[in-house]
């Protein structure tokens, strides 16, 4: 059971990751676009500086998400024992 868990907690973060991918590498293309195509240059950069937002708020986020995760897998490790805090 704890397997499935695990492998299912894996999957789950290999899919923000790739939700993480697609703002920055739209960024990259918008950027290509706006040199490409000279007449529309201003709305690429906007959308580009969009994206790129987008992207860094979804970083931020996605290192918020693991802090919490984190904090709650120490949270119950301690709760059931298996910590020790040696204090001397």
């Not at 937002?53 to 986020?61: D, E, F, N, R, T």
């Amino acid at each position: 059971m704890r397997r499935r868990i695990e492998a299912s907690q894996a999957q789950g973060a290999s899919r923000q990751r790739r939700k993480l991918l697609l703002p920055g590498a739209f960024a990259l293309y918008e950027k290509h676009e706006s040199k490409k195509d000279p007449e529309h240059a201003h709305r690429h950069k906007i959308e580009e500086e969009i994206a790129a937002a987008a992207a860094v708020g979804g970083g931020g986020y996605a290192f918020h998400e693991k802090h919490e995760r984190k904090e709650a897998r120490e949270e119950a490790e301690e709760a059931h024992g298996k910590k020790h805090h040696h204090l001397f």
